[in-house]
């Protein structure tokens, strides 16, 4: 009797591919052959490449979400130090990668968000939902006065996060975290109350 396929196996490979490789570099042959399958499985669980790459920013969105609240809701220390281990976690967590990456749904809203709306609204709709719980947590540093009241939770959290991404770009250039380090001084510096 053959294998069965898990697609959550299958999406996970395929977001190492994607990740790694990006949208356009990456066909379907690359895809059956990283994940081990035939043709014939793939398209029992995606119609196509646009929609196994959809799932796959689904599927990390949610994880990703999954994962940052329950960052958040283990913290020990004050929101303004949990927002700053948050981010040391994903400075050093590229660092291992050898700044290879970044992070998918960056990726491929950069790549592909501008040229496909329904890829650019998946990309969106995964990073509100990180967002949000970025907002919950600066909320909770200014309830405590430990974070700027100049601007809303929403704005920092935006601020922080898109600032954060726009490091990925400086990374895979330099491939060193400079420039991410140079982000986290200045960020909290001007977040702090």
Same mark, same amino acid.
């Given at each position: 009797m053959g294998y069965k396929h898990n $697609? @959550?196996?299958i999406l996970d490979v395929g977001y190492d591919v994607l990740r790694k490789n990006g949208y356009h %570099?990456?066909?379907i042959n690359k895809i059956l052959k990283e994940a081990g399958i035939p043709k014939g499985s793939f398209y029992n669980f995606f119609e196509s490449k646009e929609d196994f790459a959809y799932k796959v920013i @689904?599927?990390?969105g @949610?994880?990703?979400a999954e994962w940052m609240q329950s960052f958040f809701n283990r913290s /020990?220390?004050?929101p303004l130090e949990s927002l700053k281990s948050f981010y040391r976690f994903m400075i050093e967590t590229n /660092?291992? &990668? &050898?700044?290879l990456s970044g992070c $998918?749904? %960056?990726n491929m809203s950069i790549e592909i968000g501008r040229i496909n709306d329904t890829m650019a609204l998946k990309a969106n709709e995964q990073f509100m939902s990180w967002l949000r719980i970025l907002t919950d947590v600066v909320r909770k540093g200014q309830e405590l006065e430990e974070i700027t009241i100049k601007f809303t939770a929403l704005e920092i959290a935006e601020y922080l996060h898109a600032g954060f991404y726009g490091t990925f770009s400086r990374m895979k250039v330099l491939r060193n975290k400079d420039y991410m380090d140079v982000w986290f001084k200045l960020s909290f510096e001007f977040i702090k109350r």
């Amino acid at each position: 009797m053959g294998y069965k396929h898990n $697609i @959550e196996e299958i999406l996970d490979v395929g977001y190492d591919v994607l990740r790694k490789n990006g949208y356009h %570099n990456v066909g379907i042959n690359k895809i059956l052959k990283e994940a081990g399958i035939p043709k014939g499985s793939f398209y029992n669980f995606f119609e196509s490449k646009e929609d196994f790459a959809y799932k796959v920013i @689904e599927r990390y969105g @949610e994880t990703n979400a999954e994962w940052m609240q329950s960052f958040f809701n283990r913290s /020990e220390v004050s929101p303004l130090e949990s927002l700053k281990s948050f981010y040391r976690f994903m400075i050093e967590t590229n /660092e291992k &990668d &050898d700044f290879l990456s970044g992070c $998918i749904v %960056n990726n491929m809203s950069i790549e592909i968000g501008r040229i496909n709306d329904t890829m650019a609204l998946k990309a969106n709709e995964q990073f509100m939902s990180w967002l949000r719980i970025l907002t919950d947590v600066v909320r909770k540093g200014q309830e405590l006065e430990e974070i700027t009241i100049k601007f809303t939770a929403l704005e920092i959290a935006e601020y922080l996060h898109a600032g954060f991404y726009g490091t990925f770009s400086r990374m895979k250039v330099l491939r060193n975290k400079d420039y991410m380090d140079v982000w986290f001084k200045l960020s909290f510096e001007f977040i702090k109350r």
